[in-house]
C-alpha cells in the first residue's frame, strides 16, 4: 500500500508515506501536519498507546483525522480515550450508516476483485464486506477530527 501511494502521489513534494508500529512511531516529535488514520486501529494493542504516539509527533495546531469502529457500548470509553490523549475532538461523526451503505453499493465490484485472491482470503474480506454487527448496530463506525493544541494545557 504504501509504494503504490508513494508512486500515485509522487508529484507533491512535501507528502509521504511510511510503514512502521502505530504503538512505536518511528517520526520525530513535531513533524506532522496531519496524520491520518483509518480502519485500523482496533486491531491495536492499546488504543491509548497509539494516541500518546500521535500527539508528539504533531506540530502544534497539526490535525488527527481518525476512522474507524469499535463494538455498541464503548463510546464512552472511545471519547474518554481521545480525551485523555491531549487532542482537542473538534468533530465527531457517526458514519455507520454511509459505511454500511457504501459496502453495501461496492459489494459486487469488490467480490471481483478478490478473486486475484487466496480463497481464505476472499472469505475473510467478504465477511467484512456484509458486516452484520455494523447492520444490526453490534458495533457504530466513528470519524473524528482532533487538533493538537497550540500550547501544552498544564
Not at 491495536?44 to 474507524?68: H, I, N
Not at 451503505?101 to 471481483?112: D, E, G, V, W
Amino acid at each position: 500500500g504504501i509504494k503504490i501511494c508513494q508512486k500515485i502521489h509522487s508529484d507533491i513534494s512535501n507528502l509521504r508515506f511510511e510503514h512502521g508500529n502505530a504503538e512505536q512511531l518511528p517520526c520525530s516529535n513535531d513533524s506532522f501536519d496531519v496524520v491520518l488514520h483509518v480502519e485500523s486501529s482496533h486491531c491495536y494493542t492499546s488504543m491509548e498507546r497509539f494516541l500518546s504516539e500521535v500527539y508528539p509527533v504533531l506540530k502544534p495546531g497539526g490535525y488527527f483525522l481518525w476512522a474507524d469502529f469499535r463494538d455498541s457500548g464503548r463510546e464512552n470509553v472511545l471519547l474518554e480515550q481521545f480525551k485523555k490523549s491531549g487532542l482537542e475532538m473538534i468533530e465527531q461523526v457517526d458514519i455507520t450508516e454511509n459505511v454500511t451503505l457504501a459496502l453495501s453499493q461496492t459489494r459486487a465490484s469488490k467480490l471481483i476483485f478478490l478473486k486475484q485472491f487466496p480463497e481464505d482470503l476472499q472469505t475473510k474480506f467478504e465477511a467484512w464486506f456484509d458486516n452484520p454487527s455494523l447492520k444490526t448496530g453490534h458495533a457504530f463506525y466513528w470519524r473524528c477530527k482532533c487538533r493538537k493544541p497550540l500550547k501544552p494545557s498544564l
